[in-house]
């Protein structure tokens, strides 16, 4: 009872709704000002280049980290950036992008000290996200012997990298990118990871440009 009230006290970082809706009146009307037919456009159509599967973590914000603009990205965020051939929502986002928007990369972006990540080691996640993570918890167990003789921060870190291959192979044997490296049209995936503590991006080295670029290790 007392860990609830300490939890419901907890001050959260951030602004009022109040000051977001000032906030937002304020970016409008100086994107507006910077180029007066910015939003005329933007109504009207989106060629992102780009889908963006990454965490929800609040700490993760696309397009402040990666100097993107609206339209350039398209987006889907989950708790630990997973891609599950069972989930609807993240496999229709998958299926407009590369079908409809026909985008030409997909990135998975995984992030060091994930909270989803973390809890498949620790194994404390309950609910939904603990049903959600499952795979999480058996790729760490299918690695344990290696992965447990790491200290507690690198094998968090290692994890964390391992998964964004995980992913990135159950997204490479997705019915929408087989069907589109079948065509033979051009669609290259890639794995990084946001590090917190520096703010930067680091290529994985595991992209892949069509199915013979899947190589049996990052299943
Ligand atoms: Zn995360």
Redesign the pocket.
Known sequence: MSEQISKDNQIKDGPTLSEILRNNQRWASETKERDPAFFERSATQQHPKYLWIG???SRVPVSQITGTAPGEVFVHRN???IVQAEDPSCQSVLEFAVLGLQVEHIVICG?YK????HAAIQGTATGKVASWIKGIAQLYASKRKSLEKLPDEARLKALCELNVGMQLASLASSPSVQQVWSQGRALDLHGLIYDLETGLLKDLGMSLRGPQDLAADLL
């Open positions: 965490c929800s973590d708790v630990a950036n992030h994930c909270g989803g990540v």
